[in-house]
């Protein structure tokens, strides 16, 4: 490991996110990658404390995929990784194949939750693959979670479902992240619940200004 590739968290709440983009085309410049962007807007919205980003425009190779993910995790240091691209059932989707091979643990629900989320829209939702796992090294851990590609099932699949009045209709998958990260060791992660309000269990909410 060097200095150069760990990030420095300038906070004690600051997330550490790495973003990860798998695509033939968008790494080998034929289209603009458009889910790292989603993703950055999204978190700055909807977290109270500006998250640091690590990012990664990669092809659809499991090699290069577990590899990044190995990278962000044990050198850059990220608290939370998550992947867009790559989860269906075509040959070169092999996204949850390479997540899996450098898991610690899984985390079933979050697949299980996503895909409850897309079915609302679309039936093929359930050819969606996407895990969600934890790594674990002897002094980090991380959560990594398989995204969809496009901007607007990235949002609807971390923000849930709501009707016109604003109440929750199906909860998105990042109202359990921040305690999960508080589970591994991770930042005490706040968001703002006009985006997605995130749960804990009353034990677990800390104090203002603590």
Known sequence: MTEQSRLIRRHPDELLVGLVSVSD???SGVYK?????????????????????????IPDEAPVISATLIQLVDESGCDLVLTTGGTGPARRDVTPEA??????????????????????????AILSRQVAVIRET???AALIINLPGQ?????????GLKDAGGKTLVPGIFAAVPYCIDLIGGPYVETREEVVKSFRPKSAIRARGT
């Open 33 to 57: 990658d458009e889910g790292i962007p989603a993703l950055q807007g999204w978190f700055t919205q909807a977290l109270t404390v500006a998250p640091q980003f690590a990012t990664r425009l």
């Open 25 to 27: 085309r968008a790494s």
């Open 99 to 124: 997540t899996l091979a450098v898991a610690t643990r899984e985390m079933p629900g979050f697949g299980e939750q996503m895909r409850q989320i897309s079915l609302r829209f679309v039936p093929t």
């Open 138 to 140: 002897a002094d980090h």
């Open 151 to 159: 901007p607007n099932a990235i949002r609807e699949t971390l923000e």
